[in-house]
Every structure is written in structure tokens, then in C-alpha cells.
């Protein structure tokens, strides 16, 4: 991964002075992430960014289409790797005398916003994102829906209407957007509605301003000064009052969306989609602690290995280039006999078990070893009494 080393700037953002942590930006799949943290309050906020028709045309375009078409997100694991990142800050914070771990949380636009759903599912972060494409639609079997994560989204926006959403959706409305919808089919009268057509591709072809990020700013879409829809209450109240025909709209976008990714899967591709919606979505917070578990287990394999002479390879039972081998102090001509009764051969496993989980050195090992074969005989002992005396009264009657 390419990335640019930690700038310590200090950047406003209405109003707010953050401090830039850490940056990546990786040419190979167009992905760029930030790590930002507030100079008041300490949090910190990984922000991915979103599709960049200017500078990141082509990679951006491949990784939505790639959303559509192989429900796959080639910048994800990038996203992750930076929120791993400050989630690591986090913590070296919080070591420091009387500081405590500051709160990580995630954010993005469009395409970012598929990113931080992603990574905030990842780790289990709360997350704020801006006409996000929803990764529940996704291989990863994130879930819709949950409170961990707020999606604020326009209308008729046709990018965040396609796919559903990891978390909370909140929709904002324009009067310009109601017209749109009104022209395109779509009405609230349930009986007009059924009446004339509904057309969603004409809704959207006529909606992609609706995706930009201004209406979320308190600039528009020439860098003037405006009011952010956050701020205005009537956006709300708008989408409230038209909330079924928005539905509807929205609703149809994502079934055109859901056939289009279904036709370009294939059987296959079908047939994976069948596997991961038998075995459920994952939880919240599950993706990170399995790597963790991993990691983990690797660190406790390479540290035995490191200590020659203990554990597994040091029992003289294994041998690492090759198969089971039967240990040399062990006699193999005094292992004939009639096999031992079920509670004895319990205990004998048992103690078997015990000796090789023992971590013993290897002249030990080899002693326990005579000590098992010594009472297995003893074991043994009255069984082959028995056998010699049953023969001996056999042989004597066919004398006889």
C-alpha cells in the first residue's frame, strides 16, 4: 500500500481545528483515507473518501462497478488497514499518564460511505455517512440496519437508494426532488399511483445532483454560502409527508439494482450468494476479533516452534519432515497380547495424552515413556497368566 508519511497540520473545518493523524493514498486501486483528530476533544475520525470522477475516474469507477457486479469492494481492505491503524493510535493514547483511549469513530461520501459502513461493521464503530452506497449488499454478510451507524441520505438520490444500508437511514427532501418523482410516476394517492407509470430510471437519470455532498454542507455546489439540509428542519418534514412515494422510488431503484448484479453473477456467483444467506449475517465486531483469534494462534504456533526440545516436536513421537514415528524406548516385540479392557485402555490414553501435553524435555519424555510400557506389562500381567493356564488345560484334555 502507498502511503504518505503522518502529517501533524492542523486544519478548521467549520469551525472545528483538527489534527491530521496519518494519510493514504494507494494507486494502485484509487483508494484515500485520513486520519483526523479533534485538537479539543481528542476523538478521532477515520474519513474515506469517496469517487472522484476528476482525479480518480477510472479505479473509483471499476471499484463501484464492482460493488454492482461482483457485490465485491476492491478498496476495502485498505479502509480496514487504516482503521486498524487509528484504532492502534487510540490505544498508545490512552497509555499515556492520565489519558484515556479516545473514541475512533468512521465516516465518508458516496463510495467512502460504503468504506466506513464497512470498516465500523469490521470493528464494531459508530459511523456518520453521506448518500452511501449500503454494504449490505455486500459479500461480507454485513446486516441492514442497526443503530451504530447513521446514514443521512437525499431523496432521490439514486447512488444510496440502490443497495441497503448498515445502519440508520435518514432521508432528506427537496421540493425540487418531490417534482421529480411527481414527473417520473410516482405520487403519494395510492389510486393515482396505480393509475400512471411509474418510471424509476427516469427519476434517477434526473437525480444525480441529488448525490453530491453540498447538500450536506453549508456551501452549495459553487463554494457559496448555504444551509446544510442537516440544519434544515423542512427536509425532514418533507421526506416525512412524501415518505410512501420516496419508498416506492427508492424501492424500485434497488430492484433494478438487485437484477442487474444477479444477471452478471451467473449461476455461480447465484449459488454463493445461496451459501452466505443460509449461513446469516455476522456480528458486529466478529471480522476483527476472528483476525485477532488468528493472529493469535500464529504467534503461539511460531513461539513453539522457536522452543526446540518442548512440546510437540521435542516428544521423539513426531518428526516435522515426516510421518508418525514409533518412539525408539519403546519395545515393540512386548505390544502382542489380547487388547486392553475399555476402562484400562481409558486410563492409558489418558496418561498418554497427559505426557505429551506435558511440554516434558526429551530425556524426561523418554522415561515416562519406560514407565508407561512397565505398567502396561503389569497391566498385561494376570491377562497372559490366564491365557498360559487356558492352554494348559486345553493341551492336557487333547492329551487325554
Known amino acids: 500500500m502507498a502511503q504518505l508519511a503522518a502529517r501533524r497540520e492542523v486544519i478548521e473545518i467549520e469551525g472545528t481545528r483538527y489534527k491530521v493523524v496519518d494519510h493514504v493514498d494507494n494507486p494502485r486501486n484509487g483508494y484515500q483515507g485520513t486520519i483526523y483528530q479533534r485538537v479539543d476533544t481528542g476523538e478521532i475520525v477515520v474519513a474515506h473518501r469517496g469517487t472522484e470522477f476528476d482525479r480518480e475516474a477510472l479505479r473509483d469507477g471499476l471499484t463501484d462497478a464492482g460493488m454492482v457486479l461482483t457485490r465485491q469492494n476492491v478498496q476495502a481492505d485498505d479502509a480496514i488497514a487504516l482503521t486498524r491503524r487509528a484504532l492502534e493510535y487510540a490505544q498508545r493514547?490512552?497509555?499515556?499518564?492520565?489519558r484515556q483511549a479516545p473514541e475512533v469513530s468512521v465516516t465518508g461520501h458516496s463510495l467512502g460511505g460504503t468504506l466506513a459502513q464497512i470498516s465500523a461493521h469490521h470493528f464494531d464503530l459508530r459511523g456518520e455517512t453521506f448518500n452511501a452506497y449500503g454494504a449490505a449488499s455486500l459479500d461480507r454478510r454485513i446486516p441492514e440496519g442497526g443503530e451504530r451507524v447513521l446514514n443521512h441520505?437525499?431523496?432521490?438520490?439514486?447512488?444510496?437508494?440502490?443497495?441497503?444500508?448498515?445502519?440508520?437511514?435518514?432521508?432528506?427532501?427537496?421540493?425540487?426532488?418531490?417534482?421529480?418523482?411527481?414527473?417520473?410516476?410516482?405520487h403519494d394517492n395510492r389510486i393515482l399511483d396505480a393509475l400512471v407509470r411509474d418510471m424509476p430510471l427516469l427519476a434517477a437519470g434526473r437525480s444525480f445532483d441529488a448525490h453530491s455532498m453540498h447538500h450536506f454542507l453549508n456551501v452549495d455546489g459553487d463554494g457559496r454560502p448555504d444551509v446544510s439540509t442537516l440544519r434544515d428542519p423542512e427536509t425532514r418534514q418533507l421526506a416525512d409527508q412524501h415518505s410512501r412515494m420516496i419508498e416506492d422510488y427508492r424501492g424500485d431503484v434497488e430492484g433494478i439494482r438487485r437484477g442487474i448484479t444477479r444477471g452478471a453473477r451467473g449461476p455461480g456467483g447465484l449459488l454463493q450468494d445461496g451459501v452466505d444467506w443460509l449461513r446469516g449475517p455476522v456480528e458486529a465486531g466478529e471480522p476483527a476479533a476472528r483476525e485477532a483469534r488468528e493472529q493469535a494462534s500464529r504467534e503461539a504456533l511460531e513461539a513453539a516452534r522457536?522452543?526446540?526440545?518442548?512440546?510437540?516436536?521435542?516428544?521423539?513421537?513426531?518428526?516435522?519432515?515426516?510421518?508418525?514415528?514409533?518412539?525408539?524406548?519403546?519395545?515393540?516385540?512386548?505390544?502382542?497380547?489380547?487388547?486392553?479392557?475399555?476402562?484400562?485402555?481409558?486410563?492409558?490414553?489418558?496418561?498418554?495424552?497427559?505426557?505429551?501435553?506435558?511440554?516434558?524435555?526429551?530425556?524426561?519424555q523418554r522415561h515416562g515413556w519406560d514407565l508407561e510400557v512397565a505398567a502396561h506389562r503389569e497391566r498385561l500381567g494376570p491377562t497372559r497368566d490366564q491365557e498360559a493356564q487356558q492352554q494348559a488345560v486345553e493341551q492336557a484334555g487333547l492329551a487325554r
Open 93 to 98: 493514547e490512552g497509555l499515556q499518564p492520565g
Open 153 to 186: 441520505v437525499m431523496a432521490t438520490d439514486p447512488v444510496s437508494a440502490a443497495s441497503p444500508h448498515y445502519g440508520q437511514v435518514r432521508i432528506y427532501a427537496q421540493p425540487d426532488e418531490i417534482k421529480r418523482l411527481h414527473t417520473s410516476g410516482y
Open 306 to 364: 522457536a522452543r526446540p526440545g518442548q512440546g510437540v516436536q521435542g516428544s521423539g513421537l513426531f518428526d516435522s519432515d515426516g510421518p508418525l514415528k514409533w518412539p525408539d524406548s519403546l519395545p515393540r516385540a512386548d505390544m502382542g497380547g489380547p487388547p486392553l479392557r475399555p476402562s484400562a485402555a481409558a486410563e492409558a490414553t489418558a496418561r498418554l495424552d497427559q505426557l505429551l501435553a506435558g511440554n516434558l524435555e526429551p530425556a524426561r
